[in-house]
């Protein structure tokens, strides 16, 4: 149980175009989700905080017009990557928790991000 | 602020030999504490966990005692595989708001 799914793994897009990643909770319900991201040989950084029908939460030095992030169900959070650079290249990585449970959270397997 | 700090790696050990991965952290209140475990290419899996002080939590042979006294949460493992070859991250729970603070992770390799 508990199982977090992403889609795409791994995407290669243009500079200057949008790119749509999608985490979905496939036998549980999230009222809540992160997305982190994750630089090479580096530590996951939290980028938002995403619950269930409400706007997301960002961390300081995300910039929220960048990064739309969308919780429309319980099961579904999306990020969309707007006016991709090469700098927005990396592994971007969702979580989601139970509801009722604020802290454990289940990883999806995560998106590589590369933008040429 | 709350935050992780983990030994640095990588760390190279033959099979069968002792692990122990530092980690301490700074934290208002009493968080909860994690140890993940992400294989090459794959996203991060909860290894172990534990609530309150003085806990122990394990899981395939590893272990992490909660050390509030020391402000520690070191992974030990008695007998390591090739197979634990992996990036081990330490991370802690801030209890009122649920948001995960990670260390910057260690890199463990082992060697037939």
């Known amino acids: 149980g508990a199982v977090v799914s992403q889609h795409p793994s791994w995407v290669i897009c243009k500079s200057g175009t949008s790119v749509k990643i999608e985490c979905r909770s496939l036998?549980?319900?999230?009222?809540?989700m992160f997305w982190y991201r994750q630089f090479p040989k580096q530590s996951l950084m939290l980028m938002a905080t995403?619950?269930?029908?409400?706007?997301?939460?960002?961390e300081q030095g995300v910039e929220k017009d960048k990064f739309l992030i969308n919780h429309a169900s319980l099961t579904l959070s999306t990020l969309t990557v707007t006016s991709a650079h090469p700098e927005d290249s990396s592994f971007y990585i969702c979580?989601?928790?139970?509801?009722?449970?604020?802290?454990?959270?289940?990883f999806g397997p995560g998106t590589r991000l590369t933008v040429t | 602020g709350d935050s992780v700090t983990q030994m640095e790696g990588p760390v190279t050990l033959s099979e069968e030999a002792f692990l122990t991965i530092n980690c301490t952290y700074t934290?208002?209140?009493?968080?909860?504490l994690f140890w993940y475990v992400q294989y090459p290419g794959e996203g991060l899996q909860l290894l172990l966990k534990?609530?309150?002080?003085?806990d122990k939590g394990s899981n395939k042979g590893f272990e992490a005692t909660y050390r509030k006294e020391t402000t520690s949460f070191h992974l030990e493992k008695g007998s390591v595989q090739v197979s634990d070859s992996a990036v081990y991250f330490c991370?802690?729970?801030?209890?009122?708001?649920?948001?995960?603070?990670f260390g910057q992770g260690t890199t463990l390799q082992v060697k037939p």
């Open positions: 979580s989601a928790t139970l509801s009722g449970s604020r802290n454990e959270q289940y």
């Open positions: 036998d549980f319900q999230a009222t809540t």
């Open positions: 995403s619950n269930e029908g409400s706007k997301a939460t960002y």
């Open positions: 934290a208002t209140g009493y968080p909860s």
């Open positions: 534990a609530t309150k002080a003085d």
């Open positions: 991370a802690l729970s801030a209890f009122n708001t649920g948001k995960l603070i």
